[in-house]
């Protein structure tokens, strides 16, 4: 049944205006399994080669087509979570979903893992590019559903098109590649065309990548701490730990320009690690109750070692689990909910609190609030510097508010700057304000100085 299904999707595959249909029909009897992706049954990598090669040995005016190449956003986690059988599973599915709607409009490749690529033969418009981009994103972003549960994939696309200098598959895939990793850096199922340019961002990333790899063991980073304080007394409940690295030649940079790459990287583990175990022997320091909240990202939950490496720096800290608080964001429970439940459940049974941060964007939705165990709800800076200037906002401000009633949990209100973001935050029955208006993040060895002002001063801070 598998043979004669393989056969099916070979053959239902290619676009009807392919010009290497001669491929198709000459090579058939001898190439047949080579040029064959043996889990999904539709075109490899030797295929893509052989192809592209035909193809840019022809005149220009016969028209080159575009590479688009597919990089799943969140495989391996499937892959590494689940198991390969789920991860076999989405492969295949999505082979079957590109087929479903490319046929006749291009040819699908499997080139590696969790790679594809489609060719669109002719010489396709870019409004036609970009609507057949749109039409594989939402293939992509549409659940899962698997023998062992549902899951979110969502992709990245980088597009390229081939020049009169293209004489060979490689500078074709390169740039393709460049314009894929440039698509990748923006959060999921994004599209990106070559650009001349992405070469040298993408040294420069690579150069950074390699100094992210070694600031760990050169001690370039250092936590900096930012005031949680009651919205009614102003007194500091707690401090957000918020990581930077003295990079030695480019200086101070902010956590915005090295997370993701860390995240991609796979350095977010031993990165992140650090953070959990500063900022606990820190915090340790200061007087108790006042607490310390550490940014975690979702690729931490997937290390089977990191509940306990967060229990054991509590432990060798002192410092009593209530105190600590790990914030979360939304985008980590659209891949394994059931992985990311019982992690949140597990460090709340130990007393651990959990907030979500930046709520409102991205990946919000109620259901998470109802779904997970938390204790706060951190409502994004963009409603902060919005909710004075639109009703709209101030609105949807007011509904995160009331949802933390519903949902038992409290509220804090990210980047106030302004008295009147304070007065409105608070009037409105937001328990906690975070913002430089009440301070930006200070260095370690000012929070006792910080802790003492307030202590006399309150709202002065
Ligand atoms: P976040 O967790 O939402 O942290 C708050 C960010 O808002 C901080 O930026 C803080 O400096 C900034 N901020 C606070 N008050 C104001 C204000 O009134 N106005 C404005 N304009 N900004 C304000 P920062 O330190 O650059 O951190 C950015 C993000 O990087 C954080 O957002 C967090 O998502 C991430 N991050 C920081 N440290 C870590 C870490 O140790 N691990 C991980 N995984 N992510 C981290
Ligand atoms: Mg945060
Ligand atoms: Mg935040």
Known sequence: MMLTWLKKRRFGYRSSNDTNGDRETRAQPIVPMLHIDHLTGIYNRFALEHDLTALLNRPQSEGRGALLLIDLDRFKFVNDAMDHAAGDEVLISIARRLASVLTGVGTIYRLGADEFAVHVAGSPSRGKIEDICATIKTILSTPFVLSAGEVWIGGSIGIAVPTPNDLSMSALLRRADLAVMKAKQ???????????????????RSELEYDLSRALDRNEFFLEYQPIVCSETRMIKAFEALIRWRHPQKGIIAPDQFISIAETTGLIMPIGNWVVRTACDEAKRWPSPIGVAVNVAGDQFRDPTFLPYVRDCLRRSGLAPERLTIEVT????????????????????EGVKIALDDFGIGFSSINNLRRFPLDHLKIDRSFTEAMLGSKRDAELVDIILRLGTTFDVSTTIEGVETERQLEYARSRGANAIQGFLISRPVAAGDVSAILDRNRVHGAKT
């Open 186 to 204: 923006t959060a999921g199922n994004s599209h990106v065309f070559y650009e001349a340019g992405m070469s040298a961002e993408a040294s420069a």
């Open 330 to 349: 939304e985008s980590i429970f659209s891949v394994d909910p059931a992985v990311i439940a019982d992690s949140l459940m597990e460090l709340r049974a």
